[in-house]
């Protein structure tokens, strides 16, 4: 990808953000709202996740954050079958479009094992961003079919604007 087009992408992005921040921007009301889950492995306070969730609200976008086994002691426990089959039955009754993960390296095990049951479930694509991704991108892309290397607010709008 050449400078110049990056330039522009990025400058367009920034256009959207600027157009968020004045109520420019969103979805018409007689559009159907696209749907998008983001979901936050055992991370209670993940700010990703909760700055995602109000940028896809601004955005005029339907969203549901999942916070998916709190560990507040870093004494995070597997994934159970209850866990997941709760989590894949949100996922049928939100029907989201894109799913979204914010994932910190110690927590892939885990997050393979979720997303890999959540593939089964649903055709929706896969985002996984977070502290793993930046450092591994290549790794995140073995199960997830996007990474978002860095920060991910410019592409999560992109992700917004598209669907």
């Not at 159907?32 to 306070?45: E, G």
């Not at 939100?94 to 910190?104: K, L, Q």
């Not at 997830?144 to 604007?161: H, R, Y």
Request: contains cysteine.
């Amino acid at each position: 990808m050449q400078l110049t087009q990056v330039q522009a992408e990025a400058e367009t992005s920034l256009q959207i953000l600027q157009a968020i921040g004045q109520g420019d921007f969103g979805i018409a009301a007689d559009e159907a709202k696209p749907r998008v889950m983001n979901i936050s492995m055992y991370c209670y306070k993940s700010f990703a996740v909760r700055g995602f969730h109000a940028l896809a609200r601004e955005c005029g976008v339907e969203v549901v954050s999942v916070f998916f086994k709190e560990t507040g002691d870093n004494n995070h426990k597997q994934v159970t079958p209850a866990e997941t089959a709760l989590l894949l039955e949100l996922i049928r009754d939100f029907a989201p479009e894109v799913i979204t993960f914010s994932v910190m390296a110690c927590y892939v095990p885990a997050t393979r094992e979720v997303v890999s049951a959540i593939k089964a479930a649903t055709d929706a694509p896969i985002v996984i961003g977070g502290k793993f991704p930046t450092i591994s991108p290549t790794d995140a892309l073995e199960f997830a079919n996007f990474a978002c290397k860095g920060e991910g607010e410019l592409p999560f709008i992109t992700i917004c604007e598209r669907l």
